[in-house]
C-alpha cells in the first residue's frame, strides 16, 4: 500500500525535548589544536556546498577523511553514552559518528532552522567564538555558545543560528547508534 499524509491522523505529545550544555574540561588546549585543524582543513578544502550553513563549511564526512577531530570525538561520544544512562535510563547503547562538519562563521552568516534526524543526537562544539556572536536557538530556548562549550540534543528538535555580529568556529556532529547505523 501506498501511503500519502491524509492517510494519517496527526496528534502530539507535549513532552519537554533535553538540551544539555557542558564546558569540556580541558577546552583550552583542545581548542587552540582544534581551531588550527580547521584553520588547515580549510586552506585545503576553501570551497563549501549548500546547505542550511551559510557560512563556510567542511564536508559532512570530515570524520572519514582526518582522524585529526579524533579527541573531540572521543570526548562527544563519551559524554553521550553518559546521557544514554543517566538521563534516558540505557548504558548499553554504543554510539558513533555519523557525521562530523567544521564551519568558521563571519558577520552576518547565519544557519536555516533545520533538524538533524534520523540521527539519535545532535552537537555542537565551541572551539573559538567572539563576544556578540549569535545564539543557537532551539525552538524556545536561546544559548549563547562560549568557548569550550558542548552542546548535546535530541536530532530531531529544531534549531537555527541567526545573522551573527562576530565570528565563531564551531564542529558539529550527528551521532547515531551504533546498532542503527550497522542495521541501516
Not at 491522523?9 to 580547521?38: A, D, G, M, R, W
Not at 582543513?41 to 577531530?69: C, D, G, I, M
Not at 543526537?121 to 544559548?143: N, Q, R, W
Request: with cysteine; glycine share 2%.
Amino acid at each position: 500500500m501506498t501511503y500519502n499524509i491524509n492517510d494519517f491522523n496527526l496528534q502530539h505529545v507535549n513532552e519537554p525535548l533535553p538540551v544539555f550544555t557542558s564546558i569540556i574540561k580541558n577546552h583550552i588546549k583542545l581548542n587552540e589544536y582544534l581551531k588550527q585543524v580547521i584553520i588547515d582543513y580549510r586552506e585545503r578544502y576553501p570551497q563549501t556546498s549548500n546547505s542550511n550553513v551559510k557560512a563556510w563549511h567542511s564536508k559532512w564526512t570530515t570524520h572519514l577523511q582526518t582522524n585529526k577531530f579524533q579527541p573531540l570525538i572521543d570526548e562527544v561520544i563519551n559524554a553521550c553514552s553518559f546521557i544514554s544512562k543517566e538521563y534516558f535510563g540505557d548504558g548499553n547503547v554504543e554510539f558513533d559518528v555519523f557525521n562530523l562538519w567544521a564551519m568558521m562563521y563571519e558577520k552576518s552568516e547565519y544557519t536555516v532552522r533545520h533538524r538533524h534526524y534520523p540521527a539519535d543526537f545532535s552537537v555542537t562544539y565551541y572551539v573559538d567564538v567572539e563576544p556578540d556572536c549569535a545564539p543557537i536557538i532551539f525552538e524556545t530556548l536561546t544559548i549563547t555558545p562560549k568557548s569550550g562549550m558542548l552542546i548535546i540534543w535530541p536530532a530531531l528538535l529544531h534549531h537555527e543560528v541567526p545573522p551573527t555580529n562576530s565570528r565563531r568556529t564551531v564542529i558539529a556532529m550527528n551521532i547515531a547508534n551504533k546498532f542503527k547505523m550497522n542495521y541501516e
